[in-house]
């Protein structure tokens, strides 16, 4: 088993920064990716970003308007999401995600309120 816990979400606004962590712990070995995934009201879950084992990362579009950023140490089995210049259309429940070799893990989430 693996435990996913996430922290930094919260009320900012417009044009105000937020870093989410997420650390993981449990089971650990042969994680295939580590990454950050949001559910705004009323949609979908979207990937945002993942960082891949093999050194690859894999994002949404709105990724490369560069205000998301993502980055792993993997002494503290965490994964942070930088977010810069926040808009409200970036208001979601923020979750954290693990793919390993065998299941697939989910924190249980960070509200991020992009608000004046």
């Known amino acids: 088993q693996v435990q996913l816990v996430e922290s930094g979400g919260g009320l900012v606004q417009p044009g105000g920064s937020l870093r989410l962590s997420c650390a993981a712990s449990?089971?650990?070995?042969?994680?295939?990716?580590m990454g950050w995934y949001r559910q705004a009201p009323g949609k979908q879950r979207e990937l945002v970003a993942r960082?891949?084992?093999?050194?690859?990362?894999?994002s949404a579009d709105f990724v490369k308007e560069g205000r998301f950023i993502i980055s792993r140490d993997n002494a503290k089995n965490t994964v942070y999401l930088q977010v810069n210049s926040l808009k409200p259309e970036d208001t979601a429940v923020y979750y954290c995600?693990?793919?390993?070799?065998?299941?697939?893990?989910w924190g249980q989430g960070t509200q991020v309120t992009v608000s004046s």
């Open positions: 449990g089971r650990l070995f042969s994680i295939y990716s």
């Open positions: 960082l891949v084992s093999d050194g690859s990362t894999n």
């Open positions: 995600n693990v793919l390993t070799a065998t299941d697939l893990y």
